[in-house]
């Protein structure tokens, strides 16, 4: 027992000494965007899987896995994610020691673009990686929380092959199945941005499809909570929420952190646009320098930052840690892919 509390000592002084100086905490060992996100042990593993490089090109598309032990302060390799190829837009999670890897979407040198319905779980400690069941409506671009004592896995909305879908998909952990939970109230939509915290779902924004004619999609900005029943983990009770502060609507990073009671979000750019940060009309995106969050018990929005050094587009989540919240990789200022990892203010 003495041992082990020694080790969780040291474990924690070397956080501290890391928060204490944020240009400590170390890049990751490759650029990425478009990059799934996940943590374990209470925020001190962190994992980066997959995404797309510098290059921003279909063959720069990675299915590598970056893990960090906040405690050591390092990178290593994880197990790369198998299949033939890396995806991009996926959502990921941690729950009961392992994570779990949701759909995303492959590229092919036409510059095609194809949904896939995979779910991979990770085991760290066996650097093992096994398939389990298959998304029923495959999406990318979706929003993901958990509940329910890392039981309840919640995909909400995202894209499929015909466009955004308002389905909010349940995978329960401990029987390997999926069920359908109450569908998103507003335009379905993907590249939104939200979490889980307090049996909450917060979402916000997104890409819809545009009715108009022109361009494919346009930006949506709808913000929408969804309480979900205690008894039974489908049923949704979904309100409106008002605007958040600042201009993003596409790309936003976003996670909960249960110890504050907030759902986070950050940078993210005005308009939709692909992998490699062009606007469906052509046009560069550029990441919002703002940061801001929903406070569950307060039901307010907070702005946080107005004027972020270091922006950010396309990381596909902010992780809780014992630093604070975290976002690893994403598009940076002229659609630069970064290795960074940035720590956000939370007041």
């Given at each position: 027992m003495r041992k082990l509390s020694f080790v969780v000592l040291l474990a924690l002084l070397a956080i501290i000494l890391l928060a204490a100086d944020e240009s400590r905490i170390p890049s990751m060992p490759a650029?990425?965007?478009?990059?799934?996100?996940?943590?374990?042990?209470?925020?001190?593993?962190?994992?980066?899987?997959?995404?797309?490089?510098?290059?921003?090109?279909?063959?720069?598309?990675?299915?590598?896995?970056?893990?960090?032990?906040?405690?050591?302060?390092?990178?290593?390799?994880?197990?790369?994610v198998p299949g033939v190829a890396g995806r991009l837009g996926a959502s990921a999670v941690g729950a009961n020691g392992q994570v779990y890897l949701f759909g995303g979407y492959v590229v092919d040198a036409q510059g095609i673009e194809i949904t896939v319905s995979d779910v991979n779980a990770y085991v760290p400690q066996d650097r093992r990686w096994y398939r389990a069941a298959d998304i029923p409506v495959p999406v990318d671009g979706a929003v993901i929380g958990i509940n329910h004592h890392?039981?309840?896995?919640?995909?909400?909305?995202?894209?499929?092959?015909?466009?955004?879908?308002?389905?909010?998909?349940?995978?329960?952990?401990?029987?390997?199945?999926?069920?359908?939970?109450?569908?998103?109230?507003?335009?379905p939509v993907f590249g939104h941005a939200g979490g889980l915290v307090d049996d909450t779902i917060v979402y916000i924004d997104g890409a819809a499809k545009n009715t108009a004619g022109g361009v494919p999609y346009v930006a949506s900005d709808e913000c929408w909570q969804g309480k979900i029943d205690r008894?039974?983990?489908?049923?949704?009770?979904?309100?409106?929420?008002?605007?958040?502060?600042?201009?993003?609507?596409?790309?936003?990073?976003?996670?909960?952190?249960?110890?504050?009671?907030?759902?986070?979000?950050?940078?993210?750019?005005?308009?939709?646009?692909n992998f490699k940060g062009l606007g469906y009309d052509g046009q560069p995106a550029e990441p919002s320098p703002f940061t801001f969050a929903y406070d569950l018990h307060g039901k307010r929005w907070e702005t946080i930052s107005e004027n972020a050094v270091d922006p950010r587009a396309d990381s596909r989540g902010i992780l809780a840690t014992p630093l604070g919240p975290l976002v690893l990789g994403g598009m940076a200022k002229s659609q630069a892919v970064t290795s960074r990892v940035t720590l956000l203010p939370k007041k």
């Open positions: 650029a990425v965007s478009s990059n799934a996100v996940a943590s374990l042990k209470g925020g001190i593993q962190l994992f980066s899987l997959m995404g797309v490089g510098p290059r921003k090109t279909w063959d720069d598309i990675t299915n590598q896995v970056y893990v960090m032990n906040l405690s050591s302060g390092k990178w290593s390799d994880g197990r790369p890392d039981r309840y896995i919640y995909l909400v909305g995202g894209r499929s092959k015909n466009g955004p879908v308002n389905n909010v998909q349940v995978y329960d952990v401990e029987k390997d199945s999926w069920s359908q939970a109450t569908p998103l109230p507003g335009a008894k039974d983990p489908n049923k949704i009770e979904w309100s409106k929420l008002p605007s958040h502060p600042g201009p993003a609507h596409f790309g936003i990073a976003g996670g909960g952190a249960e110890r504050d009671h907030k759902i986070f979000f950050s940078g993210g750019t005005a308009a939709p646009h």
